[in-house]
């Protein structure tokens, strides 16, 4: 049988971030040989010693000002066929200067050069560069994974009273990305489904999916050298959006102000792509657990609904990636019961999940919250094994005692 084995297991101290830590944490990790850069809600960090040594990359002050200034949402990726680090950062709403009446915020697309992670050049996008009525908007929860040939980023849409109001897809050509060109993307949107999740490992087309309706999933298909959105509906097992609730030995329940049944794992290998969202307890399964559906993009039916579940603890905030063998790497957090809030990873093994905690908290989130998303991404070069990124509480239980982490696994 297959084993889970932790190549580096690296908790980032306060030099490293220099506190700006959150217990809605939603950390980014990627790396490529010796350099490791690692992302959280208010934090950037970097290193070029394989985790020895950090150097804080302060995102409110490392790249100028847009908008209202640096807010808080960020991803960070490494892309080996470019030889490009990837940076994605959204920043604060503000009124336009230039256009009264124009409130948007702006995401910033950074890309620098593997060999000088600090040579960075980068692009600004605002709702109203889309659209030119889209002047109180703004974007916010980011996904983002790259194909052959490009990098596709998606974002809720808000209004200024915070109501949904459409996702959007960005495509951008990679050769432009890395040559600091005009960038020359694509874009497409939908008002009926939102938090759209892309699939890690792409070839030739990119897949998302988000919650049709019900057990429905609607899943879309974006060709790298097509300009046409497709999309297909599969119809899944009965499964719960709510509530969640897992409350750990200290009686503080790290699920019930956050977590929600947005899709947050995706991946595709071969014809085949795979979904992960947090379902909440059901007969047969009594803590909040991991859904997912694996569909075929060539039949558009349904191929499995693989599960991660426990009796004592619940599982949530996943995420996923193939390594270049196919086989499907997850990061997450498991807790309740037992257990405080404790980062996981691992692979799918045969039709079963092989998986190891990296750290346990040392107790749950005074406020209650956690959460958005994690990282699961390819190491570089040695493509068989994967990064994740992922958090824990260590010694206390609000946001300055949070513990980002940075680990690298494979298969034993």
């Known amino acids: ?101 124009v409130r948007n915020n ?29 002047r109180d908007m703004w974007f916010d929860y980011p996904d983002a994974a790259t194909s052959m040939n ?38 497409w949107s939908t008002t009926k489904h939102g938090s759209l999740r892309l699939t890690q490992g792409a070839a030739g087309s990119m897949f ?31 499964w719960s959006s709510g509530p969640y609730q897992a409350q750990g030995p200290d009686g503080k329940d790290w699920l019930s102000k956050r977590v929600d049944s947005r899709i947050t794992g995706a991946w595709v290998s071969g014809t085949r792509a795979g979904f992960l969202w947090t379902a909440a307890a059901r007969a047969g399964r009594p803590l909040p657990y991991v859904k997912g559906a694996v569909v075929d993009v060539t039949t ?18 996943p995420a996923a990636c193939p390594n270049a063998q196919g086989v499907v790497g997850v990061s997450l957090f498991m807790g309740g019961g037992p257990r405080h809030p404790s980062h996981v990873v691992g692979f799918r093994d045969g039709g079963e999940w092989r998986l190891v905690l ?25 493509a068989s094994e994967w990064v994740a990124s992922g958090y824990t509480l260590q010694g206390g239980g609000d946001r300055r005692f949070v513990e980002p982490r940075y680990v690298r696994f494979g298969i034993g």
């Open 106 to 134: 702006v995401f910033r697309v950074a890309v620098s050069p593997g060999s000088d992670p600090t040579a960075w050049h980068w692009w600004d996008f605002a709702p109203i560069d889309l659209n030119a009525e889209w």
């Open 150 to 187: 490009h990098l596709y980023v998606t974002f809720n849409a808000f209004n200024a009273a915070g109501r949904w109001q459409r996702a959007v897809v960005f495509k951008l050509p990679l050769d432009a990305l890395r040559n600091g060109a005009s960038i020359g993307y694509q874009w």
């Open 300 to 317: 558009q039916a349904l191929v499995e609904e693989p599960e991660i579940w426990n009796q004592q603890s619940a599982f949530a905030f």
């Open 1 to 101: 049988m297959a084993t889970v084995r932790i190549v580096q297991n690296i908790g980032l101290d306060d030099h490293a971030t220099s506190t700006q830590t959150s217990t809605i944490d939603e950390p980014t990790a990627a790396a490529s040989n010796s350099n490791i850069f690692v992302t959280g809600n208010w934090f950037g960090s970097r290193s070029s010693t394989e985790g020895k040594q950090w150097e804080l990359v302060d995102p409110f002050t490392v790249l100028p000002t847009a908008a209202g200034g640096f807010c808080c949402d960020q991803i960070v990726m490494y892309e080996p066929s470019r030889d490009i680090w990837i940076w994605i950062l959204q920043y604060i709403t503000r009124e336009d200067p230039d256009h009264p009446g």
């Open 208 to 238: 998302f999916a988000s919650h049709n309706s019900g057990t429905n999933l609607r899943v879309h298909g974006w060709p790298d050298n097509s300009n046409t959105v497709g999309w297909f509906d599969v119809q899944v097992s009965p």
């Open 358 to 382: 990296t750290r346990q908290s040392t107790q749950g989130p005074d406020p209650g919250t956690w959460g958005d998303y994690l990282t699961c991404h390819q190491y570089h070069p040695a």
